[in-house]
């Protein structure tokens, strides 16, 4: 997260390990969408509502993907070359660095694509 804020180039707020489960949920209602890996937090978004853009790794996004929200889920080519050497498990999903082949481009063109899908929704709704 780290070098994500250091990169950014509009103000960023880091609160990745700083809210309390009950807190995240109240953010990711009100959140326009949520970008992240297959996580808890990813699935408490689309409880949530929110819609999301989903970046795999090893697990598969047809098995996993989020649910009952407008989504988009990313994954790389597998099975691939590691790029993770000794950090990778294949047999450990949370330990795979698949995910880390996904390049930035089709991620950007995933969030642009889900906001203007979800736009008219957000229009219609007030």
Not at 62 to 84: K, Q
Not at 89 to 114: G, I, N, Q, Y
Request: glycine letters at 8%; aromatic letters at 4%.
């Amino acid at each position: 997260t780290d070098r994500i804020v250091a990169a950014a180039k509009t103000p960023v707020v880091n609160l990745a390990g700083a809210l309390r489960l009950e807190t995240l949920l109240a953010l990711l209602r009100q959140a326009r969408l949520f970008l992240g890996n297959e996580s808890g937090p990813m699935h408490m978004a689309a409880a949530a509502g929110t819609p999301v853009v989903g970046l795999f790794g090893l697990t598969n996004p047809v098995r996993w993907a989020p649910v009952g929200v407008p989504s988009i889920s990313l994954r790389p080519s597998v099975p691939c070359d590691c790029v993770g050497g000794d950090l990778c498990r294949r047999t450990d999903p949370s330990k795979a660095c698949c995910v880390w082949r996904l390049e930035v481009d089709p991620v950007v063109e995933a969030v642009l694509e889900l906001l203007a899908r979800t736009e008219a929704v957000l229009e219609a709704a007030v």
